[in-house]
């Protein structure tokens, strides 16, 4: 059996193309994706972990009986992760956080977590991947490396989509790359801005200027900004006010360069100066399948999209003081659950380090670098092959990921609602 408009979940972009074939329940075939969707999909079913306690195998029910003890003996626990699970199981992440009275985040806090806060400060003019591929002239890729880490983006999306007002595709369109080094997307770019590191700050600072015709003091002595001579900065000016329909796709390259949030605020409001002349948006290049969902569903719950604090009975929210990295490194948290993320691979050695000192319960439907040491090992079933439910796009376009092949153990959703329920059992008697 053949299913067909399959969403990958793999990357920010969720290409909704696929044809996954199936045979007795196993995948056998993959069309349409990229190497790493494709391998992910293939291997879905492979390298499952089995309920553990402690390195011990014990059943689903043993557990979460665990998890449950754990979890509601905590006096500052962490709830992390989020970012590869369904909405659905977001929601039920933020319920379980309120119980318990923990700090919920999610891997935006360390990576396009200051764009996030500028979008909170400044607003984002945006628009849809669907808007780039059928109108956009002018694509703009400013820290970001899409060929290597969103593999699809270029030939679906932007740069050599064919759309309605972009029929012949990379003809009809101009790129430009800004950059520390040359990279795979530099390389098939029109204009090359290879920048100083850690200077973003100034470069939007500059191009507000020369957007709005603002002297720049000492003009006449100014050889460069950033390391690029200041007349390429106004040939980008003049490209951007000229185009019919620009887009800027910024990456981490851009919101962990020195100035973060910052860089982010100004950029965006430079956007926003742009469509005085022309229309001009801004789209974030998010990294997980679904970390744009978890930032959605946290904000919808509690009001704030990352590093909540729920141990007074309300939502806090403050970067830093309750970020998964800071609290952490101080040694601050005394259980942990984690879902649909690895920090075993992904966080700094001294982060790791505090979470095996703690128990910690991990969901996931692989073996990772977190399972081995977790105490309390939960197999599920992965969103998108064998379990249903919505993710958002980088564009923060909703889509339904499909359950394509039963799983032997249930998904997230579903453990998190049982893990709820429990809680609130003991909570209440």
């Given amino acids: 059996m053949i299913h067909h408009d399959v969403v990958c979940t793999f990357c920010g972009c969720l290409c909704d193309d696929l044809d996954v074939e199936v045979e007795n329940n196993r995948i056998v075939g993959v069309k349409k994706a ?48 989020l970012s590869s699970t369904t909405t659905e199981a977001q929601r039920e992440l933020v319920a379980i956080n309120e119980l318990i009275g923990g700090n919920l985040d999610n891997p935006a806090s360390y990576c396009h977590g200051p764009g996030v806060l500028a979008r909170q400060a400044s607003g984002m003019v945006s ?21 290597e880490s969103h593999m699809r983006h270029l030939s679906r999306y932007s740069v050599m989509a064919k759309g309605l007002f972009t029929p012949e595709g990379r003809k009809n369109r101009k790129v430009v790359a800004i950059d520390v080094r040359p990279t795979a997307t530099t390389k098939s770019a029109d204009l090359f801005l290879q920048v100083t ?37 106004r040939e980008l000016v003049d490209m951007m006010r000229k185009c019919q329909y620009g887009v800027v796709f910024f990456g981490l390259g851009l919101t962990q360069s020195r100035g973060k949030d910052l860089n982010i605020e100004l950029l965006l409001k430079l956007v926003r100066e742009i469509n005085q002349y022309t229309r001009f948006y801004a789209i974030a290049m ?96 992965p969103a998108g092959v064998g379990a249903a439910g919505t993710y958002y796009r980088m564009d923060n376009i909703p889509l339904r990921v499909k359950k394509i092949v039963e799983f032997p153990y249930p998904s997230d959703e579903e453990v998190l609602k049982l893990i709820k329920e429990k809680i609130a059992n003991v909570k209440n008697n």
């Fill in 34 to 81: 990229c190497l790493v969707g494709r391998n992910k999909i293939m291997h879905a079913q492979a390298d499952v972990p089995v309920p553990s306690i402690a390195g011990k195998e014990v059943g689903i029910v043993e557990a979460v009986a665990e998890a449950v003890r754990i979890l509601s003996a905590a006096r500052n626990p962490l709830v992390y992760g």
């Fill in 127 to 147: 628009c849809t991947l669907g808007e780039v591929k059928n109108r956009a002239d002018l694509v703009v890729f400013w820290g970001c490396n899409p060929m």
């Fill in 197 to 233: 590191p850690g200077q973003d700050f100034e470069i939007a600072t500059v191009l507000r200027a020369l957007l709005k015709g603002l002297p720049l003091e000492n003009e006449a002595e100014i050889g460069s900004i950033a390391g690029v001579p200041l007349a390429s900065w």
């Fill in 286 to 381: 998010r990294g997980h399948a679904n970390v744009n969902g978890g930032n959605q569903v946290m904000a919808w719950q509690t009001g704030f999209p990352i590093a909540v604090n729920a141990n007074r009975g309300y939502h806090r929210f403050n970067p830093g003081e309750f970020s998964v990295v800071d609290m952490l490194a101080r040694r601050e948290i005394d259980a942990a659950l984690v879902v649909a993320t690895d920090p075993g691979a992904h966080l700094p050695k001294d982060a790791v380090q505090a979470l095996r000192d703690i128990p910690t319960i991990t969901l996931d439907p692989h073996n990772n670098c977190t399972t081995p040491w977790a105490h309390v090992v939960i197999p599920v079933a």
